[in-house]
């Protein structure tokens, strides 16, 4: 291996791009065909049509290798799920009558059958489809889809390398088929599953594809050396097959760790890694088990879920540190750049000096062409882009935006007391009882009430101009009049204005503060046919004004009883939105926490006496390896204490998290030190008060007796028998009863319906108290 050969032969490649077209065709391709407007046919055709402009334009770009099979209808690893035959018994008739239509049922469920669980990919905001496995499970290998794509973009005369979901990453991701225990194993799986990979990669390399990418992403998360011993099985049994292209064996979202000898030993051909968040430790890894000689090395150098400008000069040297390690180095982004938006020079209301720091998924793949000619050819012959780089970066560096000496300085001068309340738990909720004067088991809701159409409408009319701002307003007014009469009507014990004026809970503050930007079409898929536009965090986070105290203020004006106002934490506003990569996340996070802090405070002496701050990024966010976690957690924890410990003992902090697996995460919740926290519990509400119990946690804890993600209504005895087994754990001083989340995707009907039961499953429960 010289180091000369492996900088010519350098190349550029991506492991996938988005997928939903310039101006999400494809959603609105899908969505038509889901309401029977668009014929499967078309769908197919508009499909087709967005596959091979894509490939195209990475062509044009100059990338030498396409990925194929990264399309999806839906979901990459539902359709992982299709390839290895395991579709779950309740969909198989579906399936087997029609494969579009069944492949949605499993998507999205139908009038009668329940569709496959979602849950995060990794630490991302994507959504996968959880396969659901057994010991029944059989697997047959299905290879249409993935054969048809590379016959598409072999037909168009590119290279290109098919892309699959691996299949150590495929069991591990997977969970218990309805019925079979729930410690099942999936891994006991590996032998039935390898011969199906095995029969694909042998269909794949007929339909002419030289080389397949095996994605392992669950091998930069800690395992256990049972699942690396599968890693090792899986790649020397693959490895070892006669009839197979060469493999590509990829990972991403952070270091390999321990997997790393385990797949430099394997018999495949390549490997890909993670250069950009990853790059030391996977460096040091690499150079320790003495590099890859006779492999491939794809150096995912460009961040492909983060939005800044490559800094190409670093990159350049790490390629070149790189070229001693394998024998043939190529450079891709760290991963899909499904993660990212299309193109930053769509957006026509980011100003030009701005703009010039960002670079979606069209300017990564230039910086990714850029970097290979220049490993390849020599940095003179990329000099000019070289120095408009360094201008963008010292563009950034130098701007005001990026550094705002007041900002700075509060953030510089606080102490560990800003980050306490001025009292311990106890003798605050002494406090807040005298003053709040609440019945035992208050009620209250999480913050929004139903989103209807006249509200979006309002927005819209807004936006292009039908009726101005103070039309607008009257109406916002005018819905907060009717949740706060309803509310009072219902008997709730704690009220909020309802949220009617926010778009959505990151969006509506990211808008008000300075420093945060948000982008006119920076959609980034979620999950199906479902997009975000995350917005940037791009310099330092002030407030100008106040951003919610004067809608808390009207709705409190209306009644005499409390109303809650409503923050997003600090946490939940960078996990939801892009993050500055020129500062650690702790930094950001204090100086949004200080931002935040402003406005409790300012809600506090506008008379709010209750002030929820959500969190339900909390633990999404928690980083892929364990080492890392205390370190996140403490900045975490402290930003949201930050955000919080300006107000008076008797002035109640309550936080909100959207989920009922918080076990290992018990210990950071009660670090926040919020007096009161509504969870999501009603599949488990029982198991949510015990586990709150069993950690000892000492405060106010409302586990949701009203699931919010169904229009069933509870009935009242449901939900009084929640409570009652929730005060098994929970005593009656300490328990709250509230929904599960806030109720904007819910219609007013099953809303108005489901809180009157849950008011009188207070009062029901109160009586035998
Ligand atoms: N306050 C927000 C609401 O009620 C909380 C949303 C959430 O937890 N995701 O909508
Ligand atoms: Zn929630």
């Given amino acids: 291996m010289t180091t000369m050969t ?234 070892g097959l006669i009839d197979r292209p060469k493999l590509l064996v990829a990972s991403y979202f952070d270091r390999l760790g321990d997997a790393l000898p385990v797949l430099a030993k394997a018999p495949v051909e390549g490997l890909a890694l993670d250069f950009a968040e990853a790059a030391a430790a996977n460096l040091d890894a690499l150079a320790a088990v003495g590099g890859l000689p006779g492999k491939r090395l794809v150096a995912g150098v460009v961040n492909g879920r983060n939005i800044w400008v490559n800094d190409l000069s670093a990159s350049l040297a790490t390629l070149g540190t790189l070229l001693g390690l394998a024998d043939r180095v190529d450079v891709s982004a760290s991963c899909s750049l499904l993660h990212v938006p299309l193109d930053s020079a769509r957006e026509r209301d980011i100003e030009p000096q701005i703009l010039r720091w960002l670079a979606f998924a069209k300017q990564k793949t230039a910086e990714i062409v850029t970097l290979a000619k220049g490993l390849a050819q020599g940095t003179d012959t990329i000099a000019a882009e070289l120095a408009a780089n360094r201008a963008n970066l010292a563009s950034r560096t130098g701007s005001p935006i990026t ?79 009717e949740v706060i009469s309803f509310q009072e009507k219902t008997g709730l014990d704690v009220l909020v204005h309802g949220e009617a004026e926010r778009n959505d809970m990151v969006q509506y503050f990211a808008e008000q503060l300075t420093g945060y930007l948000a982008t006119q079409h920076g959609w980034v898929q979620s999950y199906g046919t479902r997009h975000v536009r995350p917005p940037i965090l791009a310099g330092d986070i002030s407030r100008p004004e106040p951003m919610t105290v004067r809608w808390t203020t009207y709705a409190q004006s209306l009644t005499s009883r409390p109303v809650k106002g409503m923050l997003t934490g600090p946490v939940t506003m960078l996990a939801w939105s892009f993050v500055r990569d020129d500062q650690p996340l702790g930094d950001t996070a204090r100086q949004v926490a200080l931002a935040l802090r402003e406005e409790v405070n300012d809600l506090e002496a506008a008379g709010t006496s209750v002030i929820q701050v959500d969190e339900p990024a909390l633990r999404e966010t928690l980083p892929l390896r364990t080492a890392d976690r205390p370190a996140y957690l403490a900045w975490a924890t402290e930003a949201f204490r930050l955000s919080t410990g300006g107000v008076r003992p008797d002035t109640q902090i309550h936080t909100h998290m959207c989920y009922a697996e918080f076990g290992d995460i018990v210990q950071a919740i009660d670090d926040l030190d919020a007096d009161v926290i509504s969870l999501e519990a009603a599949r488990s509400h029982r198991q949510v008060a015990r586990e709150l119990a069993a950690h000892g946690y000492p405060r106010e804890a409302g586990p949701g007796v009203y699931d919010i993600h169904s229009p069933r209504v509870p009935s009242t005895e449901e939900a009084a028998d929640l409570l009652r087994t929730g005060l098994k754990a929970i005593p009656a001083e300490r328990l709250w009863v509230n929904p599960d989340c806030g109720l904007k995707t819910r219609g007013w009907p099953e809303t108005r319906a489901s809180l009157e039961n849950l008011v009188a499953a207070a009062r029901t429960v109160r009586e035998e108290l």
């Fill in 403 to 481: 550094n705002d000496p007041a900002v700075r300085a509060r953030a510089a001068a606080v102490t560990e007391t800003d980050a306490r309340r001025s009292q311990a738990y106890t003798e605050r909720a002494t406090a807040q009882r005298a003053h709040l004067g609440l019945p035992l088991l208050p009620t209250t809701t999480i913050g929004s009430f139903p989103q209807t159409g006249e509200l979006r409408t309002a927005r819209a009319d807004l936006r292009a101009g039908r009726i101005d701002t103070a039309g607008y307003e009257e109406r916002i007014k005018a819905e907060i009049q």
């Fill in 6 to 239: 492996a900088a010519a032969a350098a190349r550029a490649t991506v492991y996938g791009y988005p997928r939903q077209g310039p101006n999400r065709e494809l959603k609105k391709a899908i969505e038509g065909y889901w309401k029977g407007r668009v014929t499967a046919d078309a769908l197919r055709s508009t499909a087709a049509e967005l596959r091979r402009t894509n490939w195209q334009e990475l062509a044009e770009a100059g990338v030498d290798e396409v990925p194929t099979g990264d399309f999806s209808y839906y979901d990459h690893v539902l359709d992982t799920t299709v390839m290895v035959g395991a579709i779950p018994a309740r969909h198989r008739g579906a399936v087997e009558a029609d494969a579009l239509d069944g492949y949605f049922a499993m998507a999205r469920g139908t009038q009668d059958v329940a569709p496959l669980e979602m849950t995060k990919w990794f630490d991302t905001n994507y959504h996968y489809l959880v396969p659901e496995l057994g010991p029944d499970t059989v697997f047959t290998a299905d290879s249409t889809k993935q054969v048809a794509e590379v016959k598409e973009a072999l037909a168009l005369g590119l290279s290109a390398r098919p892309v699959l979901v691996g299949p150590v990453t495929y069991l591990l991701l997977a969970k218990p088929a309805p019925g079979v225990p729930a410690d099942f194993d999936p891994l006991t799986l590996l032998d039935r599953l390898l011969p199906v990979y095995a029969e694909v990669l042998a269909d794949l390399r007929a339909a002419g594809a030289e080389w397949v990418q095996l994605d392992e992403p669950v091998l930069v998360q800690d395992r256990t050396p049972a699942e690396l011993n599968a890693a090792t099985r899986t790649y020397r049994d693959l490895g």
